[in-house]
Protein backbone atom coordinates (compact mmCIF):
# COMPACT_ATOMS: atom_id res chain seq x y z
CA UNK A 1 0.00 0.00 0.00
CA UNK A 2 3.32 2.32 0.25
CA UNK A 3 3.33 4.12 -2.66
CA UNK A 4 -0.35 3.59 -3.48
CA UNK A 5 -1.08 5.68 -0.15
CA UNK A 6 1.65 7.68 0.46
CA UNK A 7 -0.40 11.12 -0.07
CA UNK A 8 -2.92 9.68 2.29
CA UNK A 9 -2.36 10.67 6.71
CA UNK A 10 -1.52 7.84 8.95
CA UNK A 11 -4.92 7.82 10.74
CA UNK A 12 -6.99 7.56 7.29
CA UNK A 13 -4.19 4.56 6.23
CA UNK A 14 -5.21 3.28 9.75
CA UNK A 15 -8.88 2.89 9.28
CA UNK A 16 -8.36 1.74 5.45
CA UNK A 17 -6.14 -0.57 6.78
CA UNK A 18 -9.23 -2.04 9.88
CA UNK A 19 -11.89 -1.59 7.49
CA UNK A 20 -9.60 -3.91 4.72
CA UNK A 21 -9.06 -6.33 7.96
CA UNK A 22 -12.47 -6.41 8.81
CA UNK A 23 -13.65 -7.25 4.85
CA UNK A 24 -10.79 -9.89 4.52
CA UNK A 25 -11.52 -11.39 7.70
CA UNK A 26 -15.25 -10.85 7.65
CA UNK A 27 -16.23 -11.60 4.01
CA UNK A 28 -14.43 -14.74 3.29
CA UNK A 29 -16.04 -16.59 6.23
CA UNK A 30 -19.89 -15.30 5.37
CA UNK A 31 -18.81 -16.93 2.26
CA UNK A 32 -17.63 -20.29 4.00
CA UNK A 33 -20.48 -20.61 6.06
CA UNK A 34 -22.86 -19.99 2.72
CA UNK A 35 -20.97 -21.67 0.14
CA UNK A 36 -19.75 -24.90 2.29
CA UNK A 37 -21.68 -25.28 5.38
CA UNK A 38 -25.23 -24.28 3.84
CA UNK A 39 -24.82 -25.47 0.65
CA UNK A 40 -22.44 -27.97 -0.18
CA UNK A 41 -22.65 -29.64 3.05
CA UNK A 42 -26.72 -30.04 2.02
CA UNK A 43 -25.53 -31.04 -1.24
CA UNK A 44 -23.12 -33.83 -0.36
CA UNK A 45 -26.20 -35.06 1.64
CA UNK A 46 -28.79 -34.85 -1.06
CA UNK A 47 -30.55 -31.71 0.46
CA UNK A 48 -31.23 -28.53 -0.81
CA UNK A 49 -30.05 -26.42 2.67
CA UNK A 50 -31.86 -23.30 3.32
CA UNK A 51 -34.51 -21.86 0.57
CA UNK A 52 -36.51 -19.34 2.21
CA UNK A 53 -34.69 -16.31 3.21
CA UNK A 54 -33.42 -14.70 -0.19
CA UNK A 55 -32.70 -16.42 -3.47
CA UNK A 56 -31.48 -19.93 -3.30
CA UNK A 57 -31.25 -18.71 0.91
CA UNK A 58 -28.88 -16.57 0.31
CA UNK A 59 -29.91 -14.24 3.29
CA UNK A 60 -30.07 -16.62 5.18
CA UNK A 61 -26.90 -16.05 6.94
CA UNK A 62 -27.87 -12.41 8.02
CA UNK A 63 -30.76 -13.84 9.62
CA UNK A 64 -29.16 -16.29 11.54
CA UNK A 65 -26.97 -13.27 12.94
CA UNK A 66 -30.11 -11.27 13.45
CA UNK A 67 -31.11 -14.21 16.00
CA UNK A 68 -28.54 -14.49 17.62
CA UNK A 69 -27.78 -10.54 18.46
CA UNK A 70 -31.70 -10.45 19.97
CA UNK A 71 -30.98 -13.57 22.10
CA UNK A 72 -29.96 -13.35 25.79
CA UNK A 73 -26.38 -13.03 26.60
CA UNK A 74 -26.66 -15.74 29.76
CA UNK A 75 -23.29 -16.36 32.39
CA UNK A 76 -23.29 -18.66 34.82
CA UNK A 77 -24.13 -17.78 37.89
CA UNK A 78 -20.80 -19.37 38.93
CA UNK A 79 -18.52 -18.94 36.35
CA UNK A 80 -15.91 -16.28 36.43
CA UNK A 81 -17.71 -13.49 34.52
CA UNK A 82 -14.79 -10.97 33.09
CA UNK A 83 -12.82 -14.22 31.58
CA UNK A 84 -15.90 -15.82 30.12
CA UNK A 85 -16.81 -12.63 28.27
CA UNK A 86 -13.73 -12.30 27.37
CA UNK A 87 -13.01 -15.33 25.66
CA UNK A 88 -14.99 -15.37 22.77
CA UNK A 89 -12.93 -11.85 21.97
CA UNK A 90 -9.45 -13.21 22.14
CA UNK A 91 -10.67 -16.22 19.78
CA UNK A 92 -11.89 -13.91 17.14
CA UNK A 93 -8.80 -11.66 17.90
CA UNK A 94 -5.94 -14.19 17.07
CA UNK A 95 -7.85 -14.23 13.53
CA UNK A 96 -7.81 -10.41 13.05
CA UNK A 97 -4.16 -10.97 14.14
CA UNK A 98 -3.76 -13.50 11.62
CA UNK A 99 -4.81 -11.71 9.05
CA UNK A 100 -2.61 -8.65 9.20
CA UNK A 101 0.60 -10.69 8.07
CA UNK A 102 -1.23 -12.20 4.74
CA UNK A 103 -0.42 -10.04 1.04
CA UNK A 104 -2.98 -9.77 -1.36
CA UNK A 105 -1.19 -8.20 -3.68
CA UNK A 106 2.20 -6.52 -4.65
CA UNK A 107 1.28 -3.18 -2.58
CA UNK A 108 -1.72 -5.03 -1.10
CA UNK A 109 -0.41 -5.92 2.33
CA UNK A 110 -1.61 -4.97 5.97
CA UNK A 111 1.97 -4.88 7.15
CA UNK A 112 5.20 -6.84 5.64
CA UNK A 113 6.90 -8.28 8.18
CA UNK A 114 10.01 -9.92 7.67
CA UNK A 115 9.46 -12.93 10.27
CA UNK A 116 5.60 -13.36 8.86
CA UNK A 117 5.53 -17.09 8.63
CA UNK A 118 7.02 -17.23 12.38
CA UNK A 119 4.65 -14.08 13.09
CA UNK A 120 1.48 -16.16 12.06
CA UNK A 121 2.82 -19.63 13.14
CA UNK A 122 3.09 -17.47 17.17
CA UNK A 123 -0.25 -15.91 16.67
CA UNK A 124 -2.50 -18.73 16.15
CA UNK A 125 -2.00 -20.12 19.19
CA UNK A 126 -3.57 -17.21 21.22
CA UNK A 127 -6.73 -18.78 19.87
CA UNK A 128 -6.05 -21.79 22.34
CA UNK A 129 -5.35 -19.38 25.15
CA UNK A 130 -9.20 -18.11 24.59
CA UNK A 131 -10.13 -21.31 24.08
CA UNK A 132 -8.51 -22.81 27.49
CA UNK A 133 -9.99 -19.91 29.44
CA UNK A 134 -13.70 -20.17 27.93
CA UNK A 135 -13.42 -23.96 29.00
CA UNK A 136 -11.75 -23.16 32.65
CA UNK A 137 -14.26 -20.09 33.15
CA UNK A 138 -17.61 -22.00 32.25
CA UNK A 139 -17.52 -23.38 35.39
CA UNK A 140 -19.32 -26.63 34.01
CA UNK A 141 -17.73 -29.92 33.45
CA UNK A 142 -18.39 -30.41 29.67
CA UNK A 143 -16.91 -26.91 29.27
CA UNK A 144 -13.97 -27.73 31.12
CA UNK A 145 -13.33 -31.29 29.21
CA UNK A 146 -13.86 -29.77 25.84
CA UNK A 147 -11.18 -26.51 26.42
CA UNK A 148 -8.43 -29.25 28.22
CA UNK A 149 -9.23 -31.23 24.66
CA UNK A 150 -8.80 -28.44 22.50
CA UNK A 151 -5.59 -27.29 24.22
CA UNK A 152 -3.96 -30.82 23.76
CA UNK A 153 -5.36 -31.11 20.54
CA UNK A 154 -4.20 -27.38 19.06
CA UNK A 155 -0.66 -27.99 21.12
CA UNK A 156 -0.52 -31.25 19.45
CA UNK A 157 -1.13 -30.21 15.77
CA UNK A 158 0.66 -27.01 15.94
CA UNK A 159 4.33 -28.78 16.00
CA UNK A 160 3.71 -30.81 12.56
CA UNK A 161 2.04 -27.40 10.88
CA UNK A 162 5.18 -25.79 11.90
CA UNK A 163 7.20 -28.36 10.92
CA UNK A 164 6.00 -28.88 7.97
CA UNK A 165 5.66 -25.18 7.19
CA UNK A 166 9.76 -25.08 7.84
CA UNK A 167 10.27 -26.85 4.45
CA UNK A 168 8.70 -24.19 2.69
CA UNK A 169 10.77 -21.77 4.46
CA UNK A 170 14.30 -23.57 3.95
CA UNK A 171 13.11 -24.03 0.17
CA UNK A 172 12.20 -19.91 -0.20
CA UNK A 173 15.37 -19.13 2.01
CA UNK A 174 12.99 -15.96 3.53
CA UNK A 175 9.66 -16.09 6.28
CA UNK A 176 8.57 -12.97 4.47
CA UNK A 177 5.00 -13.99 3.18
CA UNK A 178 5.72 -11.49 0.49
CA UNK A 179 8.89 -13.38 -0.28
CA UNK A 180 7.43 -17.02 -0.52
CA UNK A 181 4.99 -15.49 -3.15
CA UNK A 182 7.22 -14.21 -5.33
CA UNK A 183 9.90 -17.17 -4.69
CA UNK A 184 7.15 -19.82 -6.22
CA UNK A 185 6.00 -17.43 -9.05
CA UNK A 186 9.36 -16.27 -10.53
CA UNK A 187 10.59 -19.47 -9.76
CA UNK A 188 10.96 -22.70 -12.49
CA UNK A 189 10.81 -26.37 -12.26
CA UNK A 190 13.02 -28.22 -14.53
CA UNK A 191 13.93 -24.98 -16.51
CA UNK A 192 9.99 -24.32 -17.37
CA UNK A 193 8.69 -21.81 -15.93
CA UNK A 194 4.96 -21.88 -17.46
CA UNK A 195 3.59 -22.41 -14.07
CA UNK A 196 6.36 -20.86 -11.45
CA UNK A 197 7.42 -23.19 -9.00
CA UNK A 198 4.16 -23.28 -6.65
CA UNK A 199 5.36 -25.90 -3.49
CA UNK A 200 2.96 -27.48 -3.34
CA UNK A 201 4.43 -29.51 -5.90
CA UNK A 202 7.87 -29.35 -4.65
CA UNK A 203 7.37 -29.74 -1.07
CA UNK A 204 3.89 -31.86 -1.43
CA UNK A 205 4.69 -34.05 1.62
CA UNK A 206 4.77 -30.62 3.39
CA UNK A 207 1.26 -29.56 1.85
CA UNK A 208 -0.27 -32.94 3.16
CA UNK A 209 0.81 -32.35 6.06
CA UNK A 210 -0.28 -28.83 6.98
CA UNK A 211 -3.57 -29.49 5.35
CA UNK A 212 -4.23 -32.35 8.14
CA UNK A 213 -2.67 -30.26 10.48
CA UNK A 214 -5.18 -26.71 9.98
CA UNK A 215 -7.91 -29.25 9.72
CA UNK A 216 -7.25 -30.09 13.30
CA UNK A 217 -6.02 -26.72 14.09
CA UNK A 218 -9.69 -25.34 13.20
CA UNK A 219 -11.31 -28.14 15.12
CA UNK A 220 -13.07 -29.57 11.94
CA UNK A 221 -14.54 -32.98 11.63
CA UNK A 222 -12.62 -35.68 12.29
CA UNK A 223 -10.60 -33.46 14.46
CA UNK A 224 -13.93 -32.01 16.06
CA UNK A 225 -13.60 -33.64 19.63
CA UNK A 226 -13.32 -30.30 21.54
CA UNK A 227 -17.28 -29.69 20.79
CA UNK A 228 -17.74 -33.16 19.90
CA UNK A 229 -21.44 -33.01 20.81
CA UNK A 230 -22.17 -36.63 21.14
CA UNK A 231 -19.94 -36.67 24.54
CA UNK A 232 -19.31 -32.92 25.41
CA UNK A 233 -23.09 -31.51 24.58
CA UNK A 234 -20.83 -28.39 22.45
CA UNK A 235 -17.77 -28.48 24.58
CA UNK A 236 -16.32 -25.24 25.39
CA UNK A 237 -18.87 -23.72 24.17
CA UNK A 238 -22.08 -25.38 26.07
CA UNK A 239 -22.72 -21.75 28.20
CA UNK A 240 -22.55 -19.83 25.49
CA UNK A 241 -24.90 -17.76 23.95
CA UNK A 242 -26.75 -15.25 21.50
CA UNK A 243 -23.96 -12.48 20.68
CA UNK A 244 -20.96 -14.27 22.29
CA UNK A 245 -21.76 -17.80 20.58
CA UNK A 246 -21.67 -16.01 17.61
CA UNK A 247 -18.73 -14.38 17.94
CA UNK A 248 -16.79 -18.28 18.70
CA UNK A 249 -18.90 -18.86 15.15
CA UNK A 250 -17.49 -16.16 12.97
CA UNK A 251 -13.97 -16.75 15.06
CA UNK A 252 -14.32 -20.43 13.77
CA UNK A 253 -15.10 -19.94 9.80
CA UNK A 254 -12.79 -16.66 9.87
CA UNK A 255 -9.96 -18.72 10.87
CA UNK A 256 -10.91 -21.25 8.61
CA UNK A 257 -10.68 -18.52 5.60
CA UNK A 258 -7.40 -17.33 6.92
CA UNK A 259 -5.39 -20.35 7.31
CA UNK A 260 -6.89 -21.27 3.60
CA UNK A 261 -5.54 -17.71 2.46
CA UNK A 262 -1.85 -18.84 4.58
CA UNK A 263 -2.01 -22.35 2.90
CA UNK A 264 -2.68 -20.81 -0.57
CA UNK A 265 0.57 -17.93 0.27
CA UNK A 266 2.85 -20.78 1.84
CA UNK A 267 2.23 -23.84 -1.05
CA UNK A 268 -0.40 -22.33 -3.86
CA UNK A 269 1.49 -19.33 -5.02
CA UNK A 270 -0.82 -17.06 -3.21
CA UNK A 271 -2.14 -13.59 -4.88
CA UNK A 272 0.28 -13.95 -7.94
CA UNK A 273 0.36 -15.22 -10.90
CA UNK A 274 3.45 -16.85 -12.12
CA UNK A 275 5.55 -13.76 -13.31
CA UNK A 276 6.71 -15.34 -16.79
CA UNK A 277 2.93 -14.85 -18.03
CA UNK A 278 3.21 -11.27 -18.42
CA UNK A 279 7.34 -10.91 -18.85
CA UNK A 280 7.98 -9.59 -15.02
CA UNK A 281 11.03 -10.15 -13.44
CA UNK A 282 10.95 -8.78 -10.12
CA UNK A 283 7.87 -7.68 -7.46
CA UNK A 284 8.42 -4.30 -8.73
CA UNK A 285 7.68 -4.82 -12.33
CA UNK A 286 4.54 -5.74 -11.22
CA UNK A 287 1.26 -3.41 -12.76
CA UNK A 288 -0.62 -1.88 -10.40
CA UNK A 289 -3.70 -3.75 -11.57
CA UNK A 290 -2.35 -6.62 -9.79
CA UNK A 291 -3.55 -4.86 -6.68
CA UNK A 292 -7.07 -5.78 -7.55
CA UNK A 293 -6.87 -8.90 -9.49
CA UNK A 294 -4.43 -10.33 -6.89
CA UNK A 295 -6.78 -10.17 -3.71
CA UNK A 296 -9.82 -11.99 -6.28
CA UNK A 297 -6.97 -14.75 -7.24
CA UNK A 298 -6.20 -15.07 -3.30
CA UNK A 299 -9.82 -15.46 -2.69
CA UNK A 300 -10.17 -18.21 -5.61
CA UNK A 301 -7.34 -20.32 -4.28
CA UNK A 302 -8.59 -19.83 -0.64
CA UNK A 303 -11.95 -21.35 -1.63
CA UNK A 304 -10.07 -24.24 -2.88
CA UNK A 305 -8.26 -25.00 -0.08
CA UNK A 306 -11.36 -24.70 2.13
CA UNK A 307 -13.11 -26.57 -0.01
CA UNK A 308 -10.55 -29.55 0.46
CA UNK A 309 -11.27 -28.85 4.26
CA UNK A 310 -14.53 -28.56 4.39
CA UNK A 311 -15.22 -31.87 1.72
CA UNK A 312 -13.21 -34.03 4.52
CA UNK A 313 -15.02 -32.17 7.52
CA UNK A 314 -18.72 -33.28 5.77
CA UNK A 315 -17.26 -37.24 4.67
CA UNK A 316 -15.14 -38.68 7.82
CA UNK A 317 -16.64 -39.60 11.29
CA UNK A 318 -14.71 -38.37 14.34
CA UNK A 319 -11.64 -39.83 15.41
CA UNK A 320 -11.41 -40.58 19.11
CA UNK A 321 -9.10 -38.52 21.37
CA UNK A 322 -6.00 -41.50 22.20
CA UNK A 323 -6.01 -41.62 17.74
CA UNK A 324 -5.70 -38.13 17.72
CA UNK A 325 -3.42 -37.76 20.01
CA UNK A 326 -1.21 -40.91 18.32
CA UNK A 327 -1.62 -39.71 14.68
CA UNK A 328 -0.15 -36.41 15.68
CA UNK A 329 2.89 -37.24 17.70
CA UNK A 330 3.60 -41.11 16.13
CA UNK A 331 2.44 -40.04 12.26
CA UNK A 332 3.12 -36.35 11.59
CA UNK A 333 5.64 -35.30 13.47
CA UNK A 334 8.16 -37.93 12.38
CA UNK A 335 6.82 -37.33 8.43
CA UNK A 336 7.85 -33.56 9.28
CA UNK A 337 10.70 -34.23 10.99
CA UNK A 338 12.18 -36.42 7.86
CA UNK A 339 10.90 -33.96 5.41
CA UNK A 340 12.47 -30.65 6.83
CA UNK A 341 15.62 -32.99 6.55
CA UNK A 342 15.19 -34.23 3.35
CA UNK A 343 14.20 -30.82 2.17
CA UNK A 344 17.41 -28.83 3.62
CA UNK A 345 19.90 -31.68 1.84
CA UNK A 346 18.50 -31.24 -1.75
CA UNK A 347 18.67 -27.60 -0.50
CA UNK A 348 22.32 -27.87 0.29
CA UNK A 349 22.53 -30.03 -2.40
CA UNK A 350 21.32 -28.03 -5.68
CA UNK B 1 -8.50 -54.55 -9.11
CA UNK B 2 -6.86 -53.46 -5.89
CA UNK B 3 -9.10 -52.30 -3.31
CA UNK B 4 -9.37 -48.89 -2.79
CA UNK B 5 -9.19 -47.08 0.71
CA UNK B 6 -12.78 -46.73 2.35
CA UNK B 7 -11.26 -43.20 3.03
CA UNK B 8 -10.54 -41.85 -0.65
CA UNK B 9 -14.32 -43.74 -1.18
CA UNK B 10 -16.16 -42.09 1.19
CA UNK B 11 -14.48 -38.68 -0.22
CA UNK B 12 -16.02 -39.93 -3.34
CA UNK B 13 -19.45 -40.75 -2.41
CA UNK B 14 -19.77 -37.32 -0.76
CA UNK B 15 -18.37 -35.69 -4.08
CA UNK B 16 -20.80 -38.12 -6.23
CA UNK B 17 -23.33 -37.48 -3.78
CA UNK B 18 -22.78 -32.87 -4.58
CA UNK B 19 -22.49 -33.38 -8.26
CA UNK B 20 -26.02 -35.78 -8.45
CA UNK B 21 -27.51 -32.95 -5.97
CA UNK B 22 -26.87 -30.70 -8.06
CA UNK B 23 -27.30 -31.92 -12.16
CA UNK B 24 -31.05 -33.62 -10.69
CA UNK B 25 -31.89 -32.33 -7.58
CA UNK B 26 -32.06 -33.20 -4.20
CA UNK B 27 -34.11 -36.06 -2.96
CA UNK B 28 -36.03 -33.67 -0.54
CA UNK B 29 -39.40 -31.95 -0.99
CA UNK B 30 -39.44 -28.29 -0.45
CA UNK B 31 -43.08 -28.62 1.18
CA UNK B 32 -45.36 -25.97 1.30
CA UNK B 33 -44.07 -25.29 -2.72
CA UNK B 34 -44.40 -29.04 -3.68
CA UNK B 35 -46.23 -31.97 -2.35
CA UNK B 36 -45.45 -35.25 -1.94
CA UNK B 37 -48.29 -37.23 -2.84
CA UNK B 38 -48.83 -40.01 0.18
CA UNK B 39 -49.41 -43.67 -0.45
CA UNK B 40 -52.93 -44.80 -1.00
CA UNK B 41 -53.41 -46.79 1.92
CA UNK B 42 -51.58 -44.04 4.48
CA UNK B 43 -52.92 -43.41 7.73
CA UNK B 44 -53.69 -39.69 7.45
CA UNK B 45 -56.79 -38.79 9.20
CA UNK B 46 -59.74 -41.06 9.66
CA UNK B 47 -63.14 -39.92 7.86
CA UNK B 48 -66.66 -40.57 9.38
CA UNK B 49 -69.37 -42.30 6.80
CA UNK B 50 -71.92 -40.61 9.33
CA UNK B 51 -75.29 -42.96 7.16
CA UNK B 52 -73.40 -46.42 8.02
CA UNK B 53 -73.10 -45.45 11.82
CA UNK B 54 -75.18 -47.48 13.96
CA UNK B 55 -73.96 -45.59 17.38
CA UNK B 56 -72.54 -49.19 18.66
CA UNK B 57 -69.72 -47.46 20.50
CA UNK B 58 -67.23 -50.57 19.58
CA UNK B 59 -64.64 -48.08 17.87
CA UNK B 60 -65.35 -45.75 20.95
CA UNK B 61 -64.49 -48.82 23.69
CA UNK B 62 -61.34 -50.64 21.48
CA UNK B 63 -59.66 -46.88 21.26
CA UNK B 64 -56.20 -47.56 23.34
CA UNK B 65 -56.50 -43.58 24.05
CA UNK B 66 -60.17 -43.29 24.64
CA UNK B 67 -60.24 -40.62 22.02
CA UNK B 68 -63.73 -40.90 20.31
CA UNK B 69 -66.91 -39.52 21.72
CA UNK B 70 -70.05 -41.08 21.19
CA UNK B 71 -73.44 -39.83 22.49
CA UNK B 72 -76.82 -40.74 19.93
CA UNK B 73 -80.47 -41.13 20.65
CA UNK B 74 -83.01 -43.76 19.64
CA UNK B 75 -85.26 -42.50 17.16
CA UNK B 76 -88.68 -44.25 15.19
CA UNK B 77 -87.82 -44.47 11.37
CA UNK B 78 -90.25 -45.47 8.71
CA UNK B 79 -90.60 -49.42 8.10
CA UNK B 80 -88.73 -50.94 5.38
CA UNK B 81 -91.92 -52.74 4.15
CA UNK B 82 -95.42 -51.69 3.92
CA UNK B 83 -97.23 -52.06 7.00
CA UNK B 84 -94.79 -52.94 9.05
CA UNK B 85 -93.50 -51.90 12.83
CA UNK B 86 -91.43 -48.63 12.52
CA UNK B 87 -87.54 -49.48 13.22
CA UNK B 88 -85.75 -48.11 16.10
CA UNK B 89 -82.66 -46.35 14.40
CA UNK B 90 -79.77 -44.64 16.71
CA UNK B 91 -79.07 -41.19 15.41
CA UNK B 92 -75.29 -39.64 16.43
CA UNK B 93 -75.94 -36.40 18.24
CA UNK B 94 -71.84 -36.55 18.57
CA UNK B 95 -69.21 -38.50 16.94
CA UNK B 96 -65.91 -36.17 18.14
CA UNK B 97 -62.34 -37.75 17.61
CA UNK B 98 -59.72 -36.13 19.21
CA UNK B 99 -56.55 -35.97 17.01
CA UNK B 100 -54.40 -34.39 19.99
CA UNK B 101 -55.01 -38.05 21.22
CA UNK B 102 -55.01 -40.01 18.77
CA UNK B 103 -51.87 -42.35 17.67
CA UNK B 104 -53.34 -43.55 14.79
CA UNK B 105 -53.08 -47.18 15.10
CA UNK B 106 -56.32 -47.91 13.04
CA UNK B 107 -58.52 -50.05 15.68
CA UNK B 108 -61.32 -48.13 15.14
CA UNK B 109 -61.31 -48.21 11.40
CA UNK B 110 -60.87 -52.25 12.03
CA UNK B 111 -63.40 -52.83 14.56
CA UNK B 112 -66.39 -51.19 13.09
CA UNK B 113 -68.77 -54.06 11.64
CA UNK B 114 -70.65 -51.63 9.69
CA UNK B 115 -67.75 -49.61 7.46
CA UNK B 116 -68.70 -46.04 8.85
CA UNK B 117 -64.86 -45.37 9.74
CA UNK B 118 -62.17 -44.91 6.56
CA UNK B 119 -58.43 -43.73 6.83
CA UNK B 120 -57.56 -41.09 4.68
CA UNK B 121 -54.17 -39.98 3.07
CA UNK B 122 -54.84 -36.49 3.68
CA UNK B 123 -52.28 -35.21 6.33
CA UNK B 124 -52.77 -31.48 6.49
CA UNK B 125 -54.84 -30.62 9.41
CA UNK B 126 -52.45 -28.91 11.83
CA UNK B 127 -54.03 -26.92 14.33
CA UNK B 128 -52.54 -23.48 16.08
CA UNK B 129 -54.95 -24.31 19.31
CA UNK B 130 -54.56 -28.12 20.28
CA UNK B 131 -58.30 -27.73 20.99
CA UNK B 132 -58.85 -27.17 17.43
CA UNK B 133 -57.79 -30.90 16.79
CA UNK B 134 -60.66 -32.15 17.89
CA UNK B 135 -62.50 -32.97 15.05
CA UNK B 136 -66.71 -33.31 14.97
CA UNK B 137 -68.83 -35.06 12.97
CA UNK B 138 -69.60 -32.72 10.21
CA UNK B 139 -65.75 -32.01 10.20
CA UNK B 140 -65.12 -35.79 9.83
CA UNK B 141 -67.60 -36.47 7.37
CA UNK B 142 -66.03 -33.84 5.55
CA UNK B 143 -62.35 -36.27 5.20
CA UNK B 144 -64.73 -38.52 3.32
CA UNK B 145 -64.38 -36.11 0.26
CA UNK B 146 -60.42 -37.56 0.41
CA UNK B 147 -61.18 -41.22 1.04
CA UNK B 148 -59.78 -42.93 -2.29
CA UNK B 149 -61.68 -45.60 -3.89
CA UNK B 150 -60.82 -48.81 -2.41
CA UNK B 151 -58.31 -51.01 -4.46
CA UNK B 152 -60.01 -53.37 -7.00
CA UNK B 153 -60.56 -56.86 -5.26
CA UNK B 154 -57.91 -59.57 -6.53
CA UNK B 155 -58.90 -61.84 -9.36
CA UNK B 156 -60.86 -64.74 -7.92
CA UNK B 157 -61.79 -63.22 -4.33
CA UNK B 158 -64.59 -63.72 -2.93
CA UNK B 159 -67.74 -61.32 -3.66
CA UNK B 160 -68.63 -59.18 -0.59
CA UNK B 161 -71.76 -61.14 0.62
CA UNK B 162 -74.54 -58.98 0.82
Known sequence: MTPLLAEIPYWGQSVLRVLGGLVAVLLPAGTIVYVFLFKMMSFMQSRLGPMEAGPYGSMQLFAEVGKWLQKEDIVPERADVRIFKMAPVIVLLSTFLLVVVVPFGPDAWFTDLETGVFYALAVSSVSVLGILIAGWSSANKYSLLGGLRAAGQLIAYELPMVLAVMGVVIQAGTMNMQKIVVAQNSGSMFGISAIGHPYVISQFVGFVIFMIAIQAELTQAPFDMPIAESELVSGYMTEYSGFRFLIFFIGEFATAGVFAMIASVLFLGGWGVPFSWFGWTSIDDISNWMNVVGPLIMFTKMMLVVFIIMWIRFSYPRLREDQLQRFAWKGLIPVALANIMVTSILKVVF | MPKVPGLVKGLGVTLGTLFTTVTKGANTVQYPHEKEIPPIRSRGVIALH????????????????????????????????????????????????????????????????????????????????????????SKLSEWMETVPEAPALEAGADKKKK
Open chain 2, 50 to 137: QDNCTSCMLCSRSCPDWCIYIEAHKELAPPRREGGKPRKVNLLDRFDIDYALCMYCGICVEVCPFDALFWSPEYEYSEPNIADLLHDK
